[in-house]
């Protein structure tokens, strides 16, 4: 949407009258006009009714667009200023090493997220810091990450967890494993596979992975893997044994030799936060409270189906 435009027609609402509008703004009285009739050619629909000096009034259509406007012009302006403005201040944030290059929604889903944060605390920003599995809580417990995100609660003492959105696990498996050709399989089913597993993570972090609330670890067969980054378990995968369940939004962007399979009756698990309980910026507890916006809307947009 024409923002110049937009800004004339909000000028012209206030103050009922073209000529003080242009006033306000700057410019022309005729400058004013063509930049209303642009906006309304736009949206293929008169707002303002007028007569030769003054404004009458807005019409029905006018009304109805007047009701959202302003948020539109204010959101507008605050994605021109994140576009060309370097953060004062940037929140840290650690996530698991490699999910970036399988995961393209991030990028679009964070910056959503920072235009939602600047609203309240102008100048602050969001950076994701990749980081090996296993420094993920010594990261954060050293100060050299603001936030961790992950899958677990948190166990190390001082740390906070927060839970986000629902974390949609899918079957990874490798092109031409049996499952390959079924669009769907049984949780307990899968479960009974041999599973990727790294015993130096903490449980938190492996069980939604190893499905541990589907069935007893006792009762798995697990495969270790030594793994700091989303990479070894795609190299483990390729040259086997060993299967493993990934979140749903790591699914969309897989190379040839990956490919994944819905699992039918798997527990509902989520996405958690991690933060130093002591720290309690407030620009800090607003990120938190956005990212559970942030893994809504990659899970959403995670494919449903495979074909």
């Known amino acids: 949407m024409d923002i110049i435009a937009l800004t004339a027609f909000l000028a012209v609402v206030r103050h009922r ?20 009739q642009r906006l309304e050619a736009d949206l293929g629909i008169p707002l303002i009714e007028r007569d030769s000096g003054g404004v009458i009034g807005l019409t029905a259509a006018g009304r109805r667009f007047l009701q959202f406007a302003p948020r539109v012009l204010e959101a507008a302006q605050a994605a021109q200023l994140a576009a060309v403005a370097e ?15 399988v995961a393209p929604l991030m990028p679009a889903a964070l910056a959503t997220l920072e235009l939602a944060l600047s609203h309240a605390h102008p100048g602050v920003g969001v950076v994701l810091v990749p980081t090996a599995f296993d420094r ?3 990261d954060l417990t050293a100060g050299a990450v603001d936030a961790v995100l992950t899958f677990g609660v948190a166990e ?3 740390v906070t967890s927060t839970r986000l959105g629902e974390l949609r696990r899918v079957g990874l498996i490798p092109t031409g ?42 009762e798995a067969s697990l495969v270790r893997l030594p793994a700091s980054r989303t990479s070894d378990v795609a190299g483990q995968l390729l040259v086997g044994p060993g299967i493993t369940v990934v979140p749903a939004a790591l699914a969309a962007a897989l190379p040839p030799a990956l490919t994944w399979v819905e699992l039918d ?4 698990c989520w ?4 933060h130093r309980s002591a720290d309690v910026r407030p620009e800090l507890l607003a990120m938190i409270a956005l ?11 995670a494919p449903s189906a495979r074909h």
């Open 17 to 36: 009258h073209f000529g003080h509008a242009a006033a306000e703004l700057g410019v022309s009285i005729s400058a004013v006009t063509k930049r209303v």
């Open 87 to 101: 953060p004062a201040e940037r929140l840290r944030v650690a996530f698991p090493a490699g999910v970036d290059a």
């Open 136 to 138: 993920l809580d010594p």
């Open 156 to 158: 190390a003492a001082g």
């Open 177 to 218: 494993h049996p499952y390959t050709h079924r669009r769907r399989v049984p949780v307990a089913e899968f479960a009974q596979q041999p599973l990727l597993y790294s015993p130096e993570l903490p449980p938190s972090y492996m069980d939604p992975f190893v499905l541990a609330d589907v069935r007893p670890l006792a």
């Open 265 to 268: 009756g798997v527990p509902a």
């Open 271 to 274: 996405y958690y936060m991690h």
């Open 291 to 301: 990212f559970a916006d942030f893994t809504e809307a990659i899970t959403r947009a």
